[in-house]
């Protein structure tokens, strides 16, 4: 079974920067599509930003701007640099391995499970 493992998250105040990393193994990372998608209690699970094996990034409008997904194939990780952070950028962010439905809207793949997340909270 595939496994993404996310890690990097803590508390900031707003304005500040973290900096998340989703280690995958057990696939190679260079032939899939990359995702990472964030959730607040009471609310569905949202699409942040996504990478799509040529390296292409897409951005929802909430981060565009701030955020930034990136990849290393060689070390297996996957990257989302967040700047000028906000308070309602707060919830557990995940990573999962992606298709892409059109060119820019994304879904998990639904042979995969969710990884445990990591914690961001932005406040003052």
């Known amino acids: 079974q595939v496994q993404l493992v996310e890690s990097g998250g803590g508390l900031v105040q707003p304005g500040g920067s973290l900096k998340l990393s989703c280690e995958v193994s057990r696939f190679d990372l260079g032939n899939y599509a990359i995702g990472w998608f964030r959730q607040v209690p009471g609310k569905e699970r949202e699409g942040v930003c996504a990478?799509?094996?040529?390296?292409?990034?897409f951005y929802s409008e909430s981060v565009k701007g701030r955020f930034t997904i990136s990849k290393d194939n060689v070390k297996n990780t996957v990257y989302l640099q967040m700047n000028n952070l906000k308070p309602e950028d707060t919830g557990v962010y995940y990573c999962?391995?992606?298709?892409?439905?059109?060119?820019?809207?994304?879904?998990?793949?639904?042979?995969?499970?969710w990884g445990h997340g990591t914690q961001v909270t932005v406040s003052p």
């Open positions: 999962a391995r992606v298709l892409f439905i059109s060119r820019d809207i994304w879904r998990p793949r639904d042979e995969d499970s």
């Open positions: 990478i799509n094996v040529y390296g292409s990034t």
